[in-house]
T-cell receptor
Framework: AQTVTQSQPEMSVQEAETVTLSCTYD???????LFWYKQPPSRQMILVIR????KQQNATENRFSVNFQKAAKSFSLKISDSQLGDTAMYFC?????????WGAGTKLIIKP | SAVISQKPSRDICQRGTSLTIQCQVD?????MFWYRQQPGQSLTLIAT?????????ESGFVIDKFPISRPNLTFSTLTVSNMSPEDSSIYLC???????????FGPGTRLTVL
């Protein structure tokens, strides 16, 4: 069975610092997609970044970037120059055959 | 992406009653998904709703409890039937607008059952 593990239930950093959220997954598939979603207190689930497994290059979206290590089945999210608006739950998700498998989430708090 | 709306945004219901949640998308999409997010938990897929076919339910979810309609390519409803306090959750719909495995979510419906 495919599983996604986020080992950090909660993290807290000062504004403007860089923070890395960890995610590991388990699958026997070779073609799949990985995502990071953000859920602020408003509960809206927002797609932050995606990575296709067949791409070696790590995805980046402005201040957000990933470190994708396929052999290690690791998919961490780095947030640079963190902002107060980054405070949210962050979920790592794995997709194969249109079904998303979710991690338990990491609560990220950005302190002023 | 797509603009997705859900109604109601929240509701408080009595046990034994039913609530129908609506999901409206501003573009035509083939695949729509319904998720449940229990308090402090991650998301669990309830079912996949494709227009023109019966919804496909995940293990642990049945049509009698969570009937789904998908009358056209922009709209779907999820009904939570015969509710109990254990059904208190956020219910979210999502869509894959481009068929590229990227799902976008509605704002969610917060349901509290007393």
């Amino acid at each position: 069975a495919q599983t996604v593990t986020q080992s950090q239930p909660e993290m807290s950093v000062q504004e403007a610092e860089t923070v890395t959220l960890s995610c590991t997954y388990d699958t026997s598939e070779s073609n799949y997609y990985l995502f990071w979603y953000k859920q602020p207190p408003s509960r809206q689930m927002i797609l932050v970044i995606r990575q296709e497994a067949y791409k070696q290059q790590n995805a980046t979206e402005n201040r957000f970037s990933v470190n994708f290590q396929k052999a290690a089945k690791s998919f961490s999210l780095k947030i640079s120059d963190s902002q107060l608006g980054d405070t949210a739950m962050y979920f790592c998700a794995f997709m194969n055959n249109y079904q998303l498998i979710w991690g338990a989430g990491t609560k990220l708090i950005i302190k002023p | 992406s797509a603009v997705i709306s859900q109604k109601p945004s929240r509701d408080i219901c009595q046990r034994g009653t039913s609530l129908t949640i609506q999901c409206q998308v501003d573009s035509q999409v083939t695949m729509m998904f319904w998720y449940r997010q229990q308090p402090g938990q991650s998301l669990t897929l309830i079912a996949t709703a494709n227009q023109g076919s019966e919804a496909t339910y995940e293990s642990g979810f049945v049509i009698d409890k969570f009937p789904i309609s998908r009358p056209n390519l922009t709209f779907s409803t999820l009904t939570v039937s015969n509710m109990s306090p254990e059904d208190s959750s956020i219910y979210l719909c999502s869509v894959d607008t481009r068929g590229d495995n990227e799902q976008f979510f509605g704002p969610g419906t917060r349901l509290t059952v007393l």
